[in-house]
């Protein structure tokens, strides 16, 4: 993987890695992916993907109304709030 | 009544029994386990938060009313994984990004406990958000095995192996997403279960991998494994991935011996490369068992091979998705930023070690345009082919008995720069997992070093009593007492 497909990915993962970090990241990542492509030899025509291990049935439930958390404690571990919401830098 | 010293070394089931007797109180059993921390705390470092005041206020109030019948964990001390919610204590998976976190509500777990009755020591130390196989990616620094200080209890479960194995608490909770309270039950000498997917509710536990989530029991015996888990199991309405399969009585199930099963012995573990301490532990487990009147059968589970593949774009597929909500708007340490995308990425980048960030990488790798369909589309059909190998070996036995780690405790900082190799460690666990089966891990020798070496035993969907009972017929027979550390 190089330096720019790293910084690509790093992108898409909202992580601001460091210029020493990407490089140790690409290295790393390309010995993964470089193990991890084994799985190209494994014909899996027509095979399903498996998802979930266990099949389960929908989980349906009556559609009533129950409590949710209060807004005091939704926001009690939040970093800035004003008491109501919660604040972000502005994006307009 | 026991020296106070030697209550902190009791089972679940011999202090619940000396408790019902009226000859020891909550308060004595805590203080015991407070004061083994004390001791021995400063060499293992099995606890990533010690919640001293909340236990023994729960001890008092144990022992100020006693419901008749007693509830099966009365005023016993036990400790929980750091990544399983606990309202207002601690819950910081082992990571920088959580440092101040307090959850506003229970898990599903730690409210089994309390309505149990379970006095809680404290949150155990973890490689960060889970990810890990030897509890030495944690922001709060490594546990050290208690067996031997210079080694690693396994991970990522193994603050909660450490503490137990050292008589930190009786007994204690984990979670397994590819052998994390598997892999560290073995290296610490104590029993670990991962239950079926679905068994237990996974609300409330921070999510890594959310098809392969567990949380199970790690214990000093197959008797307590099953206590622990009678109370944790069953439906979670808050879970829609829980199962309504009824929970059976596991204690009442121990005792009904092995004569007659067929073990399973797939020979892609047991053949090559193994370790030969490892490989005479395990063949100790298979000999007694067929003295017990079981027989043993070869299998083959044929893309055993690639399950570490496998698991590695599963599993970080999901936790690059289920990671995304660390991002310093609801929770969790934020760094400013110059503007919205900035603050996410600055915290993130800060919060986060490399670890996390190593599998978010892939993971987002792995589900992104154009590597999707070669990547992680095939990673989940190759999960359908290992999980197809079980169900056929299933048809020629009951139980599969395997090696649960290729080698005894490694040292601190063996693996810790070659990801790849640490990622092997898991070899023998993650195909279990990857199936969703339950499976126990139980020592079952040690090495002439005195570390501990065990064995797997991997079941069908919700065979947990059966690997249980086994794991108890064999402590009867074997003769092995439990391994205590020279601590």
Known sequence: MD????????????????????????????????????????????????????????????????????PAAALANAPATDGASFIVPRIL | MAADSDLARLTLHEAGALLAANTVTSTALTEACLARIAAVEGSVHAFAHLTVEVARAQARARDQTRPDPLPPLWGLPIALKDNICTRGLPTTCGSRLLANFRPVYDSFVARRLEEAGAVILGKTNMDEFAMGSSCENSALGP??????????????????????????????????????????????????????????????????????????????????????????AGHDADDSTSAREPVPDYVAGLDVGVAGLRIGLPKEYLSGGLDPEVEQAVGFAIATYERLGATTVEVS????????????????????????????????????????????????????????KRRIMLGTFALSAGYYAAYYGKAMA??????????????????????????????LGEKLDDPLTMYLSDIFTIAVSLAGLPAVAFPCGATKQRLPLGAQLIGRPFDEGRLLAMVHAFEAASGQGRMAPAL
Do not use: W
Not at chain 2, 158 to 166: I, L, M, N, V
């Open chain 2, 143 to 232: 546990t050290h095995n208690p067996h031997d200080l210079t080694r690693v209890p396994g991970g990522s479960s193994g603050g909660s192996a450490a503490a137990t194995a050292a008589d930190e608490c009786l007994a204690a909770l984990g979670s397994d997403t590819g052998g994390s309270i598997r892999q560290p039950a073995c290296f610490c000498g104590v029993v670990g279960l991962k239950p079926t997917y679905g068994r237990v509710s996974r609300n409330g536990l921070v999510a890594f991998a959310s098809s392969l989530d567990q949380i199970g029991p790690i214990t000093k015996d197959a008797r307590d494994a099953a206590l622990l888990l009678a109370v944790i």
């Open chain 2, 382 to 411: 190759v999960r359908t082919l290992i999980r197809n190998d079980f169900t056929a070996a299933f048809e020629r036995c009951d139980v599969l008995l395997t090696p649960t780690a290729p080698t005894p405790p490694f040292c």
């Open chain 1, 3 to 70: 330096l720019a497909e790293v910084k690509r990915i790093g992108a898409l993962a909202r992580l601001a890695l460091g210029a020493e970090e990407t490089v140790a990241m690409g290295d790393q990542l390309t010995r993964i992916l470089d193990y991890v492509a084994q799985l190209a030899a494994v014909d899996t025509t027509g095979v399903e993907p498996t998802t979930h291990p266990v099949t389960l049935g929908d989980a349906f439930r009556d559609d009533v109304v129950r409590p949710s958390l209060d």
């Open chain 2, 301 to 356: 589970l044929p893309h055993t091979e690639h399950a570490v593949a496998t698991y590695y774009l599963v599993a970080t597929a999901e936790a690059s998705s289920n990671l995304g909500r660390f991002d310093g708007i609801r929770y969790g340490v934020r760094h400013e930023g110059h503007d919205l995308l900035d603050l996410y990425q600055r915290t993130r980048e800060a919060g986060f070690g490399a670890e996390v």
